[in-house]
């Protein structure tokens, strides 16, 4: 059993769930985030920054494992795993647990050639790694909606099917890949259902009770090709979590 396991990202949609899954008698869960420890909180609370690397040292050092689930906009993911990356050999090499998305390598959005060139990063880096891709978490449906409130109507995407995932799931998976041994390029992980994503949206509004009009928008260019001809999605459907489940679970948690 690893001793000392760091999940960056820990108080985000994935890593906390991961953080919690690890959490274990005589095992040390650390966690970092740029803000401060809570006033209670289970794990080892680790006040860091990846992008000026204040207290990545601290987090680092001892780790046997690191589950990478932080993630910054604006094309940083590059440069901050890259930080922790040069970190880590520093220290311990720790196996080195990465996730990232599918289709990061077939979809020119610039936040996936960032999640693309960590990826490579990783591989290159001498630590023993592994990395799961999967798809777009259910959660992150609600939020693509949820940015919208304001708007009378729902914008979305013309033409696009999505695959989304339980992040819950997603973290288990990384859970169990962070106890195990290093395993390279892990099986992607699909939710289980592919919809039109007007259908999701729908879902959701329906979800929180508010009716819109759902009005695609043209998504021209290369990406929105890619997007169209499904690089985002896999067959490895293995998640078991509908976007309606997912939904009814947080309707009875709110
Ligand atoms: N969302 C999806 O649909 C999806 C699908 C497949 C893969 N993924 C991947 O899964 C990972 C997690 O996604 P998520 O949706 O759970 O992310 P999220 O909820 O947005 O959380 C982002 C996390 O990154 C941390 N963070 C941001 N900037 C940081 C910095 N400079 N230094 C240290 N920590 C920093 C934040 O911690 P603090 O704010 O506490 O500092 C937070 O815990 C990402 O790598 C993403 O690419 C996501």
Known sequence: MSETILVTGGTGVLGRQVARRLLAPGREVRVLSRRAAPAATPYAWRTGDLRSHDGIDAAVRGADVIVHCATTLGGKDVATTKALL?????????????????????????????????????????????????????????????????????????????????????A??????????????????????????????????????RRRALVPVPFPGATGRAYRAGHHLTPNATGRVTFEEFLAAQAAIA
């Open 86 to 170: 040069d970190t880590a050999r520093r220290h311990d090499t720790p196996h080195l647990v990465f996730i990232s998305i599918v289709g990061v390598d077939r979809i020119p959005l610039p936040y996936y050639r960032a999640k693309l060139a960590a990826e490579e990063a990783v591989v290159a880096s001498g630590l023993p790694w592994t990395i799961l891709r999967a798809t777009q978490f259910h959660d992150l449906v609600c939020r693509l909606v949820e940015v919208q409130r304001f708007l009378p109507v729902v914008l979305y995407p013309a033409g696009f099917r999505v695959q989304p995932v339980d992040a819950g799931e997603v």
């Open 172 to 209: 288990a998976r990384l859970a169990d890949l962070a106890l195990g041994e290093p395993a390279g390029r892990a099986p992607d992980l699909g939710g289980p259902e592919v919809r039109d994503f007007a259908d999701l949206a729908r879902a959701s509004l329906r979800g929180k009770g």
